[in-house]
C-alpha cells in the first residue's frame, strides 16, 4: 500500500512539475514573437529616423510636402470621427432599441468594410465618382470634383471606418437591454433627456473605445486612400502616401522620420485605449460594490 502511495504521490509531482512548466513556455514564446515581429521593427523605426541626427530628422518635418501630408491626414480623421460617432450611435440605437425589417442585413452590411479589402473599396468609389463613372459625367458638368481630391480620400476613409465605433456600441447596448430607458419615458422624459441622462453615461467608455480605434485606422489608412488620390504632392498626400514616395526616391531618413511620427501616434491612441479600459473596469468595479451595498 505504501508502494502504491509512494507511486502516485510521484506521478503528482511529475504532473504538477509539468503544470508548472507549461505557462513559462507559452510566456517565453509570446514574449519572443512580440519581441521579434513588433517590438524589434518598431525599435528599428526610430533607430533608422535618428541614424544621421536630431537636426536631418528635424529636417524631415520641415518640408512643405511633408507638413501638407500631416495637415491633410489631421483634416481628414476630424472629418471622420464625427460621422462616425452620429453613425455609430444612431445605428447601434436602432439595432438595440427596435425591430424592423432587414435588421440582419443591416447589421451584415455595418460589418461589409471589415470583408472588403481596402484597395476594392476605394475602387468602388472610382467606379461611382470618377470621370468615367456612373456620377462621374454630371460632376464633371457641375465642375465638383471628388476623385483624385480631398473628398474622394474622406469617403474611403469614411467607408473603411464605419464599423468601428458601431460594433464597439451594439454589443454594449444589447448588454444593458431596455429596462432603465423605459422607466426614464415612464418617468416623463424627452426623447434627448433619456438619451442625455441614461444612454449616453452607460455607454460613454465603449463610445470612446470605438472613437479611438476609429482614429487608429482613420490616422493609418493607405488602401482605399491610395487609389482615391492620385499621390498629388502637397494635396492629395496623407503621411502614409507620403511615407511611400519618400521611400521610392530613396529618402530613407524622410520616410522613416514620417514613420515615427506615425508610429508615435498609434502608441498615443494605445495608450487612450488602455486608460479608457482601465476607467472603465473602474466604473464596473465601482458599480458592482455598489450594488453589493
Not at 524589434?40 to 510636402?65: H, M, N, T, W
Not at 476605394?122 to 463613372?133: A, P, R
Not at 487608429?216 to 488602401?223: H, K, L, M, P, Y
Request: positive net charge; glycine residues 8%; hydrophobic residues 55%.
Amino acid at each position: 500500500m505504501s508502494i502504491a502511495y509512494s507511486q502516485t504521490n510521484l506521478r503528482q509531482t511529475h504532473s504538477s512539475s509539468r503544470g508548472r512548466w507549461i505557462p513559462i513556455v507559452l510566456t517565453t514564446i509570446a514574449v519572443l514573437f512580440l519581441g521579434v515581429f513588433l517590438m524589434l521593427p518598431l525599435a528599428a523605426v526610430f533607430v533608422e529616423a535618428f541614424r544621421k541626427g536630431i537636426g536631418v530628422y528635424l529636417q524631415s518635418f520641415a518640408d512643405p510636402d511633408a507638413r501638407s501630408a500631416i495637415r491633410l491626414t489631421l483634416l481628414v480623421t476630424l472629418m471622420v470621427i464625427p460621422l462616425n460617432l452620429v453613425f455609430g450611435v444612431a445605428a447601434s440605437w436602432a439595432t438595440t432599441k427596435f425591430d424592423f425589417p432587414g435588421k440582419g442585413i443591416f447589421l451584415t452590411l455595418i460589418d461589409l468594410p471589415f470583408a472588403i479589402s481596402p484597395v476594392i473599396s476605394g475602387f468602388l468609389f472610382v467606379m461611382l465618382f470618377g470621370l468615367h463613372g456612373w456620377f462621374g459625367p454630371w460632376l464633371m458638368e457641375h465642375n465638383i470634383k471628388i476623385i483624385f481630391a480631398v473628398p474622394g480620400i474622406v469617403l474611403a476613409t469614411l467607408f473603411v471606418t464605419v464599423p468601428f465605433v458601431a460594433r464597439e456600441l451594439i454589443p454594449l447596448m444589447q448588454s444593458q437591454g431596455t429596462e432603465q430607458e423605459q422607466a426614464a419615458l415612464v418617468l416623463g422624459a424627452s426623447g434627448w433627456q433619456m438619451f442625455r441622462r441614461v444612454t449616453l453615461p452607460n455607454i460613454k467608455w465603449g463610445l470612446l473605445y470605438g472613437v479611438i480605434l476609429c482614429n487608429a485606422r482613420a490616422i493609418g489608412e493607405f488602401g482605399a486612400v491610395s487609389v482615391v488620390s492620385a499621390h498629388i504632392r502637397g494635396q492629395t498626400n496623407t503621411i502614409p502616401l507620403h511615407i511611400e514616395i519618400l521611400y521610392e526616391e530613396y529618402n530613407v531618413i524622410g520616410a522613416f522620420a514620417m514613420a515615427s511620427l506615425l508610429t508615435l501616434l498609434a502608441l498615443v491612441t494605445l495608450a487612450a485605449k488602455t486608460l479608457v479600459e482601465w476607467k472603465s473596469k473602474k466604473d464596473q468595479a465601482k458599480a458592482v460594490i455598489g450594488g453589493i451595498r
